[in-house]
């Protein structure tokens, strides 16, 4: 370490410091000879000298005039085998208390992006959920980005930790390994996740990095960073496919925001950072697909006030390949998952890759939800007696197929006392098709909640 220059000014989590020789690099991590545990991270230069950093703890024990020394490099994590099966935090501090991690290799977060364009492959192979509603509606490719929008209390980790569940704890697959990052969300929802990898046995394959709500801006925001370069290290030096589960990207953006605002930049469109747009490109570069291996990532974005316009949650739709967007009024009317199937898609969904019976009934079972919604709002009006004898068939269909759609979880059996179920594919689509063709125009839409496959109730 190089003797850089000293502190002059404290304000919050923003330092000052006014450099002797040198000039450190933007992201380079200054620390005190005293206290180096205590990092701070250069964010800009404000005059030739003047640097300003923010600094990852509390600031109470800084002094104005204390010297400063430059580490020569942006923040390191640990990456390899041996972090797998353990949970620990940005600066790779164990949060388990199974013991510190053992030295090996670290990677810095802010490294350059090792794929190149002609490297970057398209992912085209469907992996399976066992939840009927993604499935059909919005089929999760091997390789590729899904986005679980929601706003408070509708169920996203739920839905999330359900795809965990089927994903790596049930199938147990040796082909993937699983990277988790806790960005801004509740630690009880992480620890209740670990249990559940124990229990399952599968700890050993996944790696889990947390940065609570509870931490700073700083933290927060470069523990979603820190995912994707774990992610992306086991992709390129140990040609693993990945899964990474992020929950919350929108708080990876909020965090941002806060740190605009500590560091006093001029705020953009909806009163967000001017850099947010980039920030998302980057973080979602590192988590691309190529010749080595994949990355097939899962994120959980939070939705202020229900808006699926919010500039910060618009600036996640052009990276995603399938989304899921939950509604509090699939919510209120008792079917969990509380997906809207109607603005649910995936770019996935094509002849050429789920094959052509899957399209085909997908698409009339888009077109009848269509004309059901229409429909439901005469419903509202006058009743259903009123409506002519087709329209009632159609609006029967509709429910038929939206309370089909709905599912128990086994992440949450003890909440709600139902078996969790997994169906799969092929028996999702051909429900569908029963549905769709009228097999069922007599029977109670009521008798299709939470059934798993209609062929294993009937």
Request: with cysteine; net charge negative; glycine share 8%.
């Amino acid at each position: 370490m190089k003797l850089t220059g000293r502190i002059t000014d404290i304000t919050g989590q923003i330092v000052h410091v006014e450099v002797y020789g040198e000039k450190p690099a933007i992201h380079d991590v200054l620390v005190t000879q005293d206290k180096p545990e205590m990092m701070m991270e250069v964010v800009a230069g404000l005059t030739e000298n003047v640097f300003q950093c923010i600094c990852f703890s509390r600031t109470s024990s800084l002094k104005r005039n204390v010297e400063v020394y430059n580490t020569g490099k942006s923040l390191e994590i640990p990456v390899g085998d041996y972090v797998l099966g353990r949970v620990f935090d940005v600066f790779g501090d164990v949060q388990d208390g199974l013991g510190e991690l053992k030295s090996g290799d670290k990677k810095e977060i802010f490294g350059e992006v090792e794929s190149t364009y002609d490297e970057v492959i398209p992912a085209k192979e469907i992996i399976e959920t066992g939840i009927k509603a993604i499935d059909f509606f919005s089929p999760m490719l091997k390789g590729g980005k899904l986005g679980l929008f929601g706003g408070a209390g509708v169920g996203k980790t739920v839905l999330l930790t359900e795809l965990i569940n089927n994903i790596v704890i049930s199938s147990k697959s040796s082909n993937f390994l699983s990277v988790f990052a806790a960005v801004g969300e509740r630690s009880r929802e992480a620890h209740e996740l670990i249990e559940n990898l124990n229990e399952a046995k599968v700890m050993n394959s996944v790696a889990l990095i947390l940065g609570q709500m509870g931490e700073n801006p700083a933290v927060r925001f470069r523990t979603a960073l820190a995912g994707a370069t774990l992610a992306s290290y086991f992709r390129d030096v140990k040609q693993k496919d990945v899964l990474f589960f992020i929950d919350n990207m929108y708080r990876y953006a909020q965090a941002g925001n806060e740190l605009s605002i500590l560091t006093s930049s001029l705020p953009s469109e909806g009163g967000y950072q001017p850099t947010l747009t980039s920030e998302m490109g980057i973080l979602h570069q590192r988590l691309m697909s190529n010749t080595s291996s994949s990355i097939t990532s899962v994120e959980a974005i939070f939705v202020p006030s229900d808006d699926l316009t919010d500039y910060a949650v618009r600036s996640i739709f052009p990276y995603l390949d399938a989304t899921i967007v939950l509604s509090r009024g699939v919510y209120q009317q008792g079917r969990m998952p509380a997906i809207e199937l109607l603005e649910s898609n995936s770019s996935s969904l094509g002849a050429d890759i789920v094959g052509q019976f899957h399209y085909d009934t997908a698409i009339q079972a888009k077109n009848l939800l269509q004309k059901s919604l229409q429909i439901e709002r005469l419903v509202n009006l006058i009743g259903v007696a009123e409506l002519s004898l087709e329209d009632q068939t159609t609006y029967r269909r509709g429910e038929i197929l939206k309370n089909y759609m709905t599912q128990s979880f086994k992440v949450v059996e003890g909440q709600t006392g139902l078996p969790g179920i997994s169906v799969p594919l092929p028996q999702t689509i051909k429900d569908v098709d029963a549905i769709l063709s009228g097999k069922y125009d007599n029977s109670d839409p009521d008798k299709f909640l939470y059934i798993g496959g209609i062929d294993i109730t009937n």
